[in-house]
């Protein structure tokens, strides 16, 4: 059976209506960072001249400094209005993307990398709450859909991008960053033909149960799923920071298969995503997937381990194994996220608890490149060893806290409901 890519991508276009023009601004949005990633740290050190020290304690500041705002920003989208809290965040990243031509020196570079984040924090703690306005009863395949066209638009963005590298002059560096605006530009427009959902109603005190706001910080069986996610989210970077020096430094395979790594889980997430994923609704299914995913990340570790003192030959075929599993892994980690990401919510309250969320991501990716170079790399066989076991446990653990999570939710807490649960939106335990 003979695979045609324009029938295998419309298949996965939802039908006409917003879900379609969410996924368009999003795709757009997509190729759009794949073009600013691969070169904003280029254009810094090579072009602007700021030293690789300098440029990574702007962005490491830049970062943090948005952390605290994320539970904020959540909180504004569920009592505004998810859709303004998405446009002020595309907003202001559009105007983060086009200074980049502006920048002449480490302080610029702070000053541009901390207020886009801002923005950007804003946004990442808010487009949950749209995306389930916009889903209803299917916003977790329509979550993974949007998955399926971001890789897409990532890819192809990463080769506009490629070709503005190789030409390397300052002129071709602000051409990508202003059309990379642009793009957004569009995004925002796009976005404005998506209804201004109305904030959910939400419960009110009474004398037997007092309503408190910050309702996620109460739920204890989604705040250990955040720290479990947040925790497995550090394998993503596996791929991008550890592998390519593992490869290199430490085995016999070709300098090319780093290469064939980034083909092959870029490629097999655009196939399998939606397949893997169907079956991952509710939040059992979602905890049993992140098992699934915790297993094979140490299954894949300790693939990639045998690979040192192997021939080439074998280096390379154990490489591809690993890329995989670890692609498989992936796979199965963020279809479970979603399924609980959404499940275990109050539909009123989608956005803060995605904000917490997005919070604890955030200082797992912050500590990544850390714990996985410093750490990991550093010890060899033993941190590959050490890191599969960590992920292991963490996704052992994922079902009995998707039981906990579902066991304590109202029963008409679902993706699909629109109206507002208790304080009670968390049952004690």
């Excluded at 993307?97 to 920048?103: E, L, R, T």
């Excluded at 506009?160 to 059309?179: H, N, R």
Aim: some cysteine; glycine content about 10%; aromatic content about 10%.
């Amino acid at each position: 059976m003979k695979l045609n890519p324009v029938a295998y991508i419309k298949s996965h276009v939802p039908p006409p209506g917003h879900q379609r023009t969410y996924v368009v601004s999003y795709f757009i949005a997509m190729v759009g960072n794949g073009v600013f990633l691969p070169i904003y740290v280029l254009y810094c050190t090579q072009i602007v001249g700021i030293s690789y020290a300098q440029t990574g304690l702007a962005i490491t500041i830049g970062g943090i400094v948005g952390i605290p705002l994320t539970l904020l920003a959540g909180d504004l989208a569920d009592r505004l209005g998810p859709r303004r809290l998405v446009l002020f965040g595309l907003i202001g990243q559009l105007l983060g993307m086009g200074s980049y031509v502006f920048i002449q020196g480490f302080w610029s570079l702070l000053a541009i990398v901390a207020s886009m984040n801002v923005f950007a924090f804003s946004y990442f703690a808010s487009v949950g709450a749209l995306m389930r306005r916009i889903g209803g009863e299917n916003t977790v395949t329509f979550r993974s859909q949007v998955r399926t066209f971001a890789n897409i638009g990532v890819a192809l963005g990463a080769l506009c991008a490629g070709i503005g590298i190789q030409v390397g002059t300052p002129a071709a560096y602000d051409v990508m960053f202003l059309s990379v605006a642009g793009a957004y530009l569009v995004v925002v427009l796009i976005t404005l033909r998506i209804p201004d959902y109305r904030p959910l109603p939400r419960p009110e005190s009474t004398e037997q149960v007092k309503v408190s706001r910050w309702i996620v910080l109460r739920d204890k069986p989604f705040i250990a799923f955040a720290l479990t996610a947040g925790g497995l989210t550090m394998s993503n970077f596996v791929v991008d920071l550890l592998i390519p020096v593992w490869i290199v430094v430490h085995t016999a395979a070709p300098a090319w298969a780093v290469t064939v790594v980034y083909l092959v889980n870029t490629g097999l997430t655009i196939l399998l995503q939606m397949r893997l994923s169907k079956n991952v609704k509710n939040a059992r299914q979602g905890g049993s997937a992140m098992r699934r995913a915790g297993t094979t990340l140490m299954l894949g570790y300790l693939v990639l381990a045998a690979m040192t003192g192997q021939s080439v030959v074998l280096a390379t075929v154990l490489v591809i194994t690993g890329a995989v599993l670890l692609t498989l892994a992936e796979i199965w980690l963020v279809s479970g996220r979603f399924a609980l990401e959404f499940n275990l919510p109050p539909a009123y309250a989608q956005g803060q608890y995605d904000g917490l969320l997005t919070m604890v991501t955030t200082l797992s990716i912050t500590a990544a490149p850390m714990v996985l170079i410093g750490v990991v790399l550093a010890l060899g066989v033993p941190g590959w060893i050490g890191l599969g076991l960590f992920f292991l446990l963490l996704g052992l653990l994922s079902p009995a806290i998707a039981a906990w999570g579902e066991r304590t939710r109202p029963k008409e807490t679902t993706p699909t409901q629109a109206g507002a649960v208790g304080a009670a939106g968390v049952r004690a335990s």
